[in-house]
């Protein structure tokens, strides 16, 4: 099956794409996107339950430049899509996440939030590269599929506003034609070991009740480039299937 490559530039004002080694208190950016981010990025421009979307290419145009944030977060998660929806519904009563208050209202002495350190990306640009992968039953539609995808993404219209890494820093777009010159990446060399591919199994079409199913890979960016392995080759590192 013919695949065709679809490419955007991507920029923004800020973008944190967190490596592993800060964990949940501090937070610390990649110098350049990761493949999940850029995954999103193509899903807030056009998705179906029909196809996924696998990156192949990222290119940065800019020099990576950090920036420190401190930011105020909540503590607690968010519960999960099905109990929000029955929230929205009225079936039941909806709980608060609070951020702050007393021992009344908390039951605790101990506060919602918490201040966290954030080394962001400053002025990102990007090139990302992807094609459609479309589940087995629906091949035939491909070509409905890339043609919906162009006249979004060549009017500029998203099914939702597109971010960074994190949702608090939007992202913005426009699609590169075919055949029109291009920047040449900024001149980064680096081996970034192991780095998130992504958080979802991308071998099958997920659910909502579908629990995270982490996969990794050996990063190296030569000449500000990243390729990105297929998600089914044996370079994409992945958790054994729960049977």
């Not at 920029?11 to 996107?33: H, N």
């Not at 192949?56 to 929806?85: F, G, S």
Request: proline share 10%.
């Amino acid at each position: 099956m013919e695949k065709t490559t679809h490419t955007l530039e991507v920029w923004g004002d800020l973008a944190c794409f967190t490596q592993p080694l800060g964990g949940k208190v501090e937070r610390f950016s990649y110098p350049i996107m990761t493949p999940s981010a850029g995954r999103a990025v193509f899903d807030a421009i056009y998705w179906k339950p029909r196809f996924r979307w696998q990156v192949t290419r990222i290119e940065t145009l800019n020099e990576p430049r950090y920036i420190a944030l401190r930011r105020n977060e909540v503590k607690d998660t968010a519960p999960p899509a099905n109990t929000i929806l029955q929230w929205a519904k009225g079936e039941k009563p909806p709980e608060p996440i609070w951020a702050d208050g007393d021992r009344d209202s908390l039951g605790t002495d101990q506060k919602g939030r918490t201040q966290r350190q954030t080394m962001a990306l400053r002025n990102p640009r990007y090139r990302i590269s992807a094609h459609v992968v479309p589940w087995p039953e629906y091949r035939g539609d491909m070509k409905g599929m890339e043609e919906q995808f162009l006249r979004h993404a060549r009017r500029g219209q998203s099914i939702y506003q597109p971010y960074l890494g994190c949702r608090e820093f939007p992202g913005y777009f426009r699609l590169v034609e075919p055949g029109e010159p291009l920047q040449r990446p900024f001149p980064l060399d680096q081996n970034l070991g192991w780095m998130l591919y992504d958080v979802f199994d991308l071998s099958r079409p997920g659910t909502s009740h579908d629990r995270p199913y982490v996969s990794l890979f050996q990063a190296v960016v030569r000449n500000g480039v990243l390729d990105v392995p297929e998600y089914e080759s044996p370079e994409v590192r992945k958790p054994p299937k729960e049977v």
